[in-house]
């Protein structure tokens, strides 16, 4: 896994160095490019489209792709348009022409558009990225802190709830059907966990209430997308929790699970979802670390914080990006060693913590 660091960042972005820095640093980095309005003025002239999001596709991901894919297919029916996304977690099936997403990248293709969103760097596109490359124009629409304005037109907030919450910025209010509120509702319903996180905002709940209007079952969505888990997922919930262990005086707990124990409970990385928010609920702890073990023996790492550390800024650190409070990246050695290594990290940030 290949994410996007300060330095390289800097070298090939000059301009946004600036910017970038201030995104580490939590505060608000305006990264709009003025002259996008709307979707739809960027849809002109164009026959075909490519859309394509983060690997290891989550609800926002995949929420705001069907959504500019449905928008594309209804509105612009002219317009061949293709989705790519790895294999998506079973419970976003039920969304508008999720059965279309093309989960391989074996055409070479060239398209007129290429649309990459949720999306901070194009490492994290993978086989997708192809198309990115040799698209005649190129469009990020992402709300990463860690994002560098790495296409021709980029429209990048990160105080956004969500990438999907962009979207709905940039579509017509008369334009989104039921199917497309739902998958908006979908990708804004999983990154700001229920609403509850703080990057939610009195704008996001406006554009749910709208989204809510269109008739969507936003009860059940909730329900079948957010808090319904399977005997398996509860299973390693179980084992991660299990596992944990509380560092840095407890302010700072930490759980890893590994390709055997994953393998003994029949989950595959995409039903690990929500344990890392868990850890994070845990009384008194400032920061959740979570990693499991990838095939290659490399360690997948999700951190949360609760407002004291910034853990997009340590993510850079180790190639990894992501948003003040939610970042990730991929390390090697033992799980014991990340996490010590994450926590004298974590320390600097967390004056009077000791212990580790």
């Not at 980095?29 to 999001?53: F, Y």
């Not at 509120?181 to 554009?207: L, P």
Request: proline share 2%; hydrophobic share 40%.
């Amino acid at each position: 896994m290949t994410w996007i660091n300060r330095k390289s960042m800097i070298k090939k972005f000059p301009f946004c160095a600036g910017s970038f820095s201030q995104a580490l640093d939590g505060e608000k980095a305006d990264g709009k490019n003025k002259d996008m309005k709307d979707l739809a003025s960027q849809l002109a002239q164009v026959k075909t489209v490519a859309i394509a999001g983060h690997v290891r596709p989550d609800g926002d991901c995949v929420g705001s792709c069907l959504a500019v894919y449905n928008y594309i297919v209804t509105w612009f029916p002219q317009i061949e348009a293709d989705v790519y996304l790895e294999p998506i977690p079973n419970i976003f099936k039920f969304l508008k022409h999720a059965d279309r997403i093309h989960n391989t990248c074996e055409s070479d293709k060239a398209y007129d558009l290429c649309i990459v969103q949720d999306c901070g760097d194009t490492g994290r596109l993978g086989e997708a990225v192809k198309y990115f490359n040799t698209a005649k124009k190129t469009i990020c629409i992402d709300h990463h802190v860690s994002n560098g304005s790495f296409a021709d037109e980029n429209y990048v907030f990160p105080e956004r709830s969500s990438t999907s919450e962009l979207i709905f910025e940039l579509l017509e209010e008369e334009r989104i059907t039921k199917e497309i509120a739902e998958c908006i509702y979908v990708g804004m319903v999983h990154d700001t966990g229920v609403f509850q996180y703080s990057c939610t905002s009195a704008k996001t709940m406006n554009a749910a209430g709208i989204l809510m209007e269109k008739g969507i079952d936003f009860t059940k969505i909730v329900d079948d997308t957010f808090y319904t888990k399977t005997f398996a997922q509860n299973k390693i919930l179980g084992q991660a929790l299990l596992n944990s262990q509380l560092c840095l005086d407890g302010m700072v707990i930490a759980a890893a699970v590994t390709k055997e124990e994953m393998e003994r409970c029949q989950v595959l990385p995409k039903h690990l979802d929500g344990i890392v928010s868990q850890l994070r609920v845990t009384k008194g702890v400032e920061a959740a670390i979570f990693l499991y073990e990838n095939e290659d023996g490399t360690w997948k790492i999700s951190m949360r914080s609760n407002g004291r550390v910034n853990v997009a800024e340590i993510a850079v650190k180790y190639q990894g990006g992501g948003h003040v409070r939610a970042a990730g990246a991929a390390m090697e050695g033992s799980s014991q060693e990340v996490i010590e290594t994450l926590c004298q990290d974590m320390k600097k940030q967390l004056p009077g913590a000791q212990k580790l």
